[in-house]
């Protein structure tokens, strides 16, 4: 792969992830305040049943806030750090092994981002409610939503299954459930 090859590249995958970041910003709402969950139960039941039925919904609205959260968090800070290593890579008094090291580590960050969201989806096909995984160099961590407080061992061997057959990478950790 050559220089403007790999450039293209980088430019692309900022741009997917720019799109991606604005697509979830303008189609759905991250947040729910907690005058809207008491309005819209009030309607249906009696205020001290809304208020619990608020706090619940609360409660899961947080958890899954969590999960949106921590995944945007995740693509803003790719996508900074994608920016940055491309202004690296167009700077004309950089050297070309730093150049190179820069397109390297950008094609890290757009392979680690493409497999953390490949397992994602494959652990919600398995059947989890919501997944979250954060690929660091080496280090897989893994953060799922479970009505139960702790994983089972048969839980825990697939989710290590799925991030294995992904990654490639052995060093797993799987983070307590969310509840």
Partial sequence: MNRKQAVIIVTLLVLI???GVLATKVNSPLYVSDTDLVNSNNSTASTNSSDNNAANATTSNSNLNYFADARLTREKTN??????????????NVSQESKQNATQKSIDISTASTNATKVENMLKGKGYKEALCTINGDKVSVVVKSDAQKLSDVQQREIRDVVLSVTNLRSIEIEPPVH
């Avoid at 996508?79 to 004309?92: M, N």
């Fill in 17 to 19: 992830v720019c799109a």
């Fill in 79 to 92: 996508a900074q750090t994608i920016a940055a290593l491309k202004s690296i890579i167009d700077d004309k």
